[in-house]
């Protein structure tokens, strides 16, 4: 009986340490996804607002958005990095998925498709000495203006012009569009 309560007590110890380990590394990752995204965000609005028919934000989306990204990750420090990925890509140079981001995906879309999806929900996995942190980007109204189903023909030709691979189309407000990663490597 003893020995039980030993051991069980070291379990607990031994979980509510790795949970107090995790959770200062996803608030870090959750500064560092709200860097990325607040600076496109805030930037794609102003597009937006400039110019309804949607070329201008896609013009900037094309031009400076991984700029913005590399400057980010240049503000972070040496063992973060922040970027972003879909498991349908506009440009897969830079923001292809790997097997582990697809799984994360996969497992928000399901959750959309049962009902039981919060666009809150921050995913963390650990890989090794990285730990990844996932937070979804949802389909919005104004986002369908170059990943919906029904694009203006000008849109469509200035997408087929700068990504001849996109993928990233066809979304419905709600779908899951994407997700943003923050990588911290354990220091």
């Given at each position: 009986?003893?020995?039980?309560?030993?051991?069980?007590?070291?379990?607990?110890?031994?979980?509510?340490?790795?949970?107090?380990?995790?959770?200062?590394?996803?608030?870090?990752?959750?500064?560092?996804?709200?860097m990325?995204?607040?600076?496109?965000?805030?930037?794609?609005?102003?597009?937006?607002?400039?110019?309804?028919?949607?070329?201008?934000?896609?013009?900037?989306?094309?031009?400076?958005?991984?700029?913005?990204?590399?400057?980010?990750?240049?503000?972070?420090?040496?063992?973060?990095?922040?970027?972003?990925?879909?498991?349908?890509?506009?440009?897969?140079?830079?923001?292809?998925?790997?097997?582990?981001?697809?799984?994360v995906?996969?497992?928000?879309?399901?959750?959309?498709?049962?009902?039981?999806f919060?666009?809150?929900?921050?995913?963390?996995?650990?890989?090794?000495?990285?730990?990844?942190?996932?937070?979804?980007?949802?389909?919005?109204?104004?986002?369908?203006?170059?990943?919906?189903?029904?694009?203006?023909?000008?849109?469509?030709e200035?997408?087929?012009?700068?990504?001849?691979?996109?993928?990233?189309?066809?979304?419905?407000?709600?779908?899951?569009?994407?997700?943003?990663?923050?990588?911290?490597?354990?220091?």
């Open positions: 009986m003893r020995l039980s309560t030993i051991l069980l007590s070291t379990a607990l110890l031994a979980s509510i340490s790795t949970a107090a380990e995790t959770m200062p590394v996803k608030q870090e990752g959750i500064k560092y996804i709200k990325l995204g607040g600076a496109l965000k805030s930037q794609l609005q102003e597009k937006m607002k400039e110019d309804k028919t949607g070329l201008t934000a896609l013009a900037f989306c094309t031009s400076s958005a991984n700029d913005i990204t590399e400057e980010v990750n240049k503000k972070l420090p040496a063992y973060a990095k922040v970027r972003r990925t879909s498991l349908k890509v506009r440009n897969n140079k830079v923001n292809t998925a790997d097997a582990t981001d697809k799984k995906m996969e497992a928000y879309s399901e959750a959309i498709k049962a009902g039981k919060t666009p809150k929900d921050i995913k963390v996995v650990e890989e090794g000495d990285v730990t990844r942190v996932y937070k979804p980007l949802v389909a919005k109204a104004v986002c369908l203006k170059c990943h919906g189903s029904d694009l203006s023909p000008k849109i469509a200035a997408i087929k012009s700068a990504y001849p691979d996109d993928k990233a189309t066809g979304f419905k407000e709600g779908n899951l569009r994407g997700v943003i990663i923050a990588e911290i490597k354990k220091h």
